[in-house]
């Protein structure tokens, strides 16, 4: 079995992108967090997610986000498979989040995008199949 474990974020200041993501997944938590030089450079870090998976997220981050309608190489973003899409967008959307690229549907699955608040792009996924060629069909 191959799993995706963490990911590991470097943004400008990590708050605002923790709220963000406490926001989509609340049922997630901060697992731990400190402080370490990288290259000679103070960085604040955290983990938060759950006991099997979990984002990084570093802070003193230099420079802009990369374009995401641009072509540079990079992450464009990451993608999280949940239940529950209209609560995700109800919650995001009380908390001051709105979509980038509005809700889509197809036979299999839902999905929405948001841009947080240091420029980095989140989709969410909900499959309304279990059947693996409807859930990666193109339409």
């Known amino acids: 079995m191959t799993r995706l474990e ?5 943004v400008t200041d990590i708050e605002p992108t923790l709220r963000f993501l ?4 609340p049922h997630w938590r901060v697992r ?15 983990h938060f997610g759950d006991d099997y ?3 990084t997220l570093n802070d ?4 802009p986000a990369r374009d995401l309608k641009g072509h540079a190489p990079g992450l464009a973003h990451l993608g999280f498979s ?5 609560a995700l967008i109800a919650r995001l959307h009380a908390g001051g989040y709105e979509p980038r690229i509005e809700p889509t549907a197809c036979a299999a699955r839902r999905n929405v995008y948001y841009v947080d608040p240091n420029g980095l792009e989140f989709e969410f996924l909900e499959y309304l199949s279990d059947d693996p060629a409807l859930r990666n069909a193109d339409v």
């Open 6 to 10: 963490h990911a590991n974020i470097v």
């Open 22 to 25: 406490q926001t989509a997944l």
């Open 32 to 46: 731990a967090k400190g402080s370490s030089p990288w290259y000679g450079k103070p960085r604040n870090w955290l």
């Open 53 to 55: 998976t979990y984002i």
């Open 60 to 63: 003193n981050g230099e420079g």
């Open 82 to 86: 949940i239940t529950g899409i209209d």
